[in-house]
């Protein structure tokens, strides 16, 4: 898990606050964030999201910074205002979605929640900086290869399913109606 806001209700954080990645010559951190308004449950809190992001990247020596963000679109634009030091914002849950755009220093993008889209972002190493070369959403369609780990996970996504029988509250489809 990677939450840079994501508390539980002690206090205490929930996951990794952030983690580095290096590609191509370049380190590349990535923080998480949520929308505290959508933590409705009495075990979890989530502390204001720039202030995670910054504690997350505080002793960040990354090339790149990259915010994953669980947010509308005008809260990932408020977002990208606040946090000059990040490089890029990619976001959800956007009604459509959004096409890298530059807010200030920051680029944002959102492949929305439905999983029909990916944000593609290709970076290359330029010394003490670094060169976008592309930054894109992409359409998911059949010409995209299907992920071995991705396809594990979801075989034992089913098969869970298929021994457990959730309840309404720990599947969070519809709202608890009581005894009707």
């Not at 994501?6 to 951190?29: E, H, M, N, W, Y």
């Not at 889209?117 to 976008?132: I, P, T, V």
């Amino acid at each position: 898990w990677l939450s840079s806001n994501l508390q539980t209700s002690d206090g205490k954080p929930f996951g990794l606050s952030s983690l580095s990645v290096r590609r191509a010559g370049l380190t590349i951190a990535i923080a998480g964030v949520v929308d505290p308004s959508l933590v409705k449950h009495e075990q979890w809190n989530a502390i204001e999201p720039v202030q995670g992001v910054l504690k997350a990247f505080a002793d960040s020596k990354a090339d790149v910074r990259v915010v994953l963000a669980y947010l509308e679109e005008d809260a990932l634009r408020k977002l990208a205002e606040s946090l000059p030091e990040v490089d890029y914002i990619i976001g959800g849950p956007t009604g459509q979605a959004i096409s890298p755009t530059k807010v200030g220093p920051v680029t944002i993008m959102s492949s929305t929640n439905k999983g029909k889209f990916l944000a593609s972002l290709k970076l290359k190493s330029e010394g003490e900086r670094f060169q976008q070369l592309a930054a894109e959403i992409a359409e998911v369609k059949s010409g995209f290869a299907e992920d071995p780990t991705q396809l594990a996970n979801l075989k034992a996504y089913y098969a869970k399913l298929a021994k457990e029988d959730f309840t309404v509250q720990e599947a969070g489809l519809v709202a608890d109606m009581g005894d009707v």
